[in-house]
């Protein structure tokens, strides 16, 4: 593989970020620093922005008596700094209010416009569009999708709309969709999600309008042969994939696309699986080599909402836990691809079991047992065993955490089996040690034991780079220097847990 491409979808900036937010982005970030491990940093491209068109946008600014462009560019910040806290390593920040992105959303539509489907129809055309329209949601829904009359996502009744728009010829493109989900040449991961959209072409998907009256919407970009008409938040926001890279023409977008992964959450599989295939296969463009979605968030057995008052800032999780462990602590919790509770309660003794007890303390008595029986001199030859590797290509991050932490537990017991404490001594309580063992021999078992041990704390802090890079690093220097010392603080310092 020569090039890794990673995307998170583009967050909505009707509020401010949280954890759910953070999850992805997290994924994402771990895989790129990975990838940069195996082909190089200039290889990888990892890219995350923000959603920043549509009514819902254009509403949530009224309510705070600004403007919709001074009101996204609010909202974008709080991102952007979100991520920064969490040491989030992305290539880019997309917006879909940046110019470049807009000027090639709008080629984006003329091209489309002089498209034809593989039964040789026009992918546009215009229609009359009668429906229940959710402003929280950004789509026309089904009466059938609907709790006592009201969307269930946002508990409102939705507005009935009948207004002139333009259709994106979806229906002719399924069979093609189809066919490459089957073959793999798409993968959708995991299964269930493939089975779900493989059931919702069997079904039958209707044409997508791709665009709103401007009465309906005036927060958006226009369709530039109908200035009567904006151009419909989702073929906007998923163009970034393409517009980021500066398709047609840009270097990065003939290193870097297709993409390899794109991330996502469920509530927007639909539109990912169905209208973004079908819109690269009308500009001729390949598909996307996978697109791996998430499930729905729990906080401590409970639907997050702000209500309930427990929507999380990823920000308060940094000032708490710092951002390597934060990311550690919710990666660790449950595999990637379920339906998913996180428990924020459970963070701290995880903290403490996992990172102070566990991987801290492995660092401690390791290095302090080279340093007082071998005057800090160990010759160990390092290789990669790459532990969690194969884990990680797959997206098991909670596995590959797991894996490492098998090694963790191991060599904490094997130190407590083997008492190198012991070995260090000729003599216990002034007798010849058990099996009259002269001190060459004890100290060739120690050095042995100490060996292994120092080898697989460099793998452990190898495998652990890509959710912890600081933290691997610090451990690599201590291992691999010249003289090994204890360090003079704790890695990980214990938590007070009230």
Known sequence: MEKFYITTPI??????????????????????HFWRTQIGEDNVFFL?????????????????????QKFTDNISTLFKEAWHNLEISNDYFVRTTDENHKKIV????????????????DVLYEGEYEGLYCIGCEKFITA?????DKCPDHNKVPEKLSEKNWFFKLSDFLPSIKEKIESGELIIYPEGRKKE??????????????SRSNKSVS????????KDQKTYVWVDALSNYITALEYPAGENFKKFWPADVHLMGLEILKFHTLLWPAMLMALGVELPKSMYIHGFFTIDGKKMSKT?????????????????????????QFAFGA?????????PIKYNADLVNGLGNLVNRVTNMVEQYMDGKIDVDFKDMNLGHEELKQLHFREALLTIWQVIAKDNSLIDQEKPWVLAKDKVNGEAREGGLGHEANKEKLTKILQELTLDLYNIALSLKPFMPKKSKEILDIITAKQIKKPSEPLFPRLQIK
């Open 11 to 32: 967050y909505y900036v009707n509020d401010k970020p949280h954890i759910g937010h953070a999850y992805t982005t997290i994924i994402a970030d771990v895989l790129a």
């Open 197 to 210: 959209v493989l059931g919702l072409i069997k079904q039958g998907v209707p044409d997508i309008s791709i």
């Open 106 to 121: 709008v080629d984006i539509l003329k091209t489309l416009k002089q498209a034809k489907t593989p039964q040789g129809n």
């Open 48 to 68: 995350t922005g923000t959603d920043e068109h549509g009514a819902k946008i254009a509403e949530a600014a009224e309510k705070n008596n600004i403007s919709p």
């Open 308 to 332: 309930l008052g427990n929507v999380i800032d990823p920000n308060e999780l940094v000032n708490q836990y710092g951002a390597e462990v934060s990311k550690y602590l919710i990666l660790s």
């Open 144 to 148: 059938s999708e609907l709790v006592d």
């Open 219 to 226: 927060w958006g970009i226009d369709i530039p042969w109908d």
């Open 339 to 347: 339906e998913s509770d996180i428990k924020i309660e459970d963070f």
